[in-house]
């Protein structure tokens, strides 16, 4: 009798222990982990200096609650902010909470302008979260299917097409435009230069909130801090969690200047959100990330990982396209629901299959040529016999 609810479906299989971009089973079978936990363990596995802040930090204090100041927090903030070129933060336990915080921030900037009926832009194959609000702001229909009603004030326009997003901001209130750049679960698809260019010129216009996702996109995972920096635009709210943490569940919602005045002391908080543990924790994440160059890192694997593939595939009538910005990867094939990511776990290689038939790849940040190498080489080796 298996007592958990039936909301996942695992493979049949657990790990014992990782270390660094590995995993290895009970019977001591060795994987590389090219999926970080869904994008969440960029340092690796069991990363030494991550383990230890955990034990002291554990061995001092684990939580206090925000009635009491948390230096930790506030040195966490202070870096986070000077990563992103934000100037506050808010903290909490994930992903969706990041972006709910996003929401309500949204919800007071268009009460604050006694805006009627306002409503957040979202885009086709989004993913923003699970909760309710943000499953309304997701537009992946599978995954809002039974769980209607979903709540009001959020508008789908189309990804990469800055028109159709001209055109609902022409028809309606809108108090923000909520986006993943690169969109993770939708099947890795990367926005155009332009197209953020043009969002972010009418937000400001419009005096618009532009909510950048970078929940799986952030901490370096596309060779910058955040995928927004490669475009060259600074948003008005930044959401963040996955690899934050590199484990330790954390989320944070940024803003900046105009968004910093919004909260006022008892609009919004979160009692595990921002505890002396999980700060510690990030804090290190930010130092080595910084100390290892671990963005350059990013850029350049992820750079060399897609030109290989691309090479390697280009003859391969099942490949229909391989994209991705740094280490943040996708492989679209022709077939879906395949058994692509039974057998490449068959050959040592952990990846995922997302949005039915794009297989993603997003290794440890830590990654080297080598074990790129690996991956290429056993992926490559599957998908011939597709
Ligand atoms: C872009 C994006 N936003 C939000 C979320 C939700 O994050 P969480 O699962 O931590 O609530 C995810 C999760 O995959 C995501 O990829």
Redesign the pocket.
């Known amino acids: 009798m298996n007592y958990l609810m039936k909301n996942y479906k695992p493979l049949p299989i657990s790990f014992e222990y990782g270390k660094g971009c590995y995993l290895y089973s009970g019977k001591g079978a060795k994987y590389f982990d090219a999926i970080s936990g869904?994008?969440v363990c960029g340092l690796g596995h069991s990363n030494n200096q991550i383990t230890k802040v955990i034990s002291s930090q554990s061995k001092k204090l684990l939580h206090v609650s925000n009635l009491f100041n948390i230096k930790n927090q506030e040195q966490l903030a202070k870096k986070i902010c000077k990563i992103s070129k934000m100037d506050s933060a808010f903290f909490c336990n994930?992903?969706?909470?990041a972006?709910e915080t996003a929401i309500k921030l949204a919800r007071l900037h268009a009460n604050n302008k006694k805006i009627k009926n306002p409503k957040i832009i979202m885009f086709d194959k989004s993913?923003?979260?699970?909760t309710i609000a943000?499953l309304s702001a997701t537009g992946n229909k599978a995954v809002r299917k039974g769980f209607e009603p979903v709540i009001n004030g959020f508008l789908e326009c189309e990804f990469n097409n800055i028109k159709s997003v001209k055109q609902a901001i022409n028809k309606n209130n809108i108090s923000a435009i909520m986006i993943?750049i690169v969109q993770?679960?939708g099947g890795i698809r990367v926005a155009n230069k332009d197209f953020i260019k043009n969002i972010r010129e009418i937000t400001e216009k419009k005096d618009i909130l532009l909510i950048v996702?970078e929940?799986?996109?952030g901490m370096g995972r596309t060779g910058k801090w955040f995928s927004y920096q490669n475009y060259n635009i600074k948003p008005d709210i930044v959401?963040c969690?996955?690899g934050l943490g590199n484990g330790v569940p954390i989320?944070a919602c940024l803003g900046n200047k105009k968004v910093s005045k919004l909260f006022t002391p008892g609009s919004h908080g979160s009692t595990f959100g921002g505890n002396p543990l999980v700060c510690a924790v990030s804090s290190k994440v930010i130092d080595l990330i910084q100390r290892d160059n671990l963005n350059a890192n990013s850029k350049m694997i992820g750079k060399y990982i897609i030109s290989q593939l691309k090479l390697k595939t280009s003859k391969m009538d099942v490949v229909k396209e391989v994209r991705g910005l740094g280490l943040m990867i996708g492989i679209e094939i022709k077939k879906q629901n395949s058994n692509i990511v039974k057998d490449c776990f068959e050959k040592g290689l952990i990846l995922n299959l997302t949005s039915g038939n794009v297989i993603r790849l997003l290794p440890p940040l830590i990654i080297t040529k080598n074990q790129a190498n690996f991956i290429i080489k056993k992926l490559c080796e599957v998908l011939k016999n597709y």
């Open positions: 869904i994008g994930s992903g969706s909470e972006n993913w923003h979260g699970r943000t993943e993770g679960e996702d929940v799986q996109s959401t969690a996955k989320g």
